[in-house]
């Protein structure tokens, strides 16, 4: 059975779809089958905690990490919600140097005046 899709891209991404079914000689159904597969594979590996990267034919050449906005939130999903454990005392102390922070020391002053100069 074939559905019909009907997407609304942008010009970029047109031109995209048309450079990729040029170089791979297939039609706009076929490269977006492609993508949807790879897309759906990506998503399943990174639910468990995989990333998309390139591998170099060259060994000593860097290996290259893909994200997006979408896989990069599948990454913390897959890394779920840790929680701490502190004994009261510790916990006291925390939130005590929570509610009142100490005053930036000098070298931090320094730093955050440098920074302002610095910029634009």
């Given at each position: 059975m074939s559905h019909r899709l009907q997407p609304t891209v942008s010009d970029p991404v047109m031109e995209?779809?048309?450079?990729?079914?040029?170089?791979?000689?297939?039609?706009v159904s076929e490269i977006i089958t492609e993508a949807i597969s790879l897309l759906d594979k990506v998503v399943l590996e990174a639910r468990r905690g995989a990333r998309l990267a390139f591998v170099p034919h060259e060994p000593g050449q860097p290996l290259r990490e893909y994200s997006s906005p979408a896989l990069t939130?599948?990454?913390?999903?897959?890394?779920?919600?840790?929680?701490?454990?502190?004994?009261?005392?510790?916990?006291?102390?925390?939130?005590?140097?929570?509610?009142?922070?100490?005053?930036?020391?000098r070298a931090l002053r320094e730093l955050s005046r440098r920074r302002r100069r610095e910029r634009p």
């Open positions: 995209q779809v048309q450079r990729l079914r040029r170089e791979l000689g297939g039609d939130r599948l990454e913390w999903r897959a890394m779920g919600e840790e929680s701490i454990v502190l004994p009261a005392k510790d916990f006291d102390r925390v939130a005590r140097a929570v509610e009142a922070p100490a005053k930036p020391t």
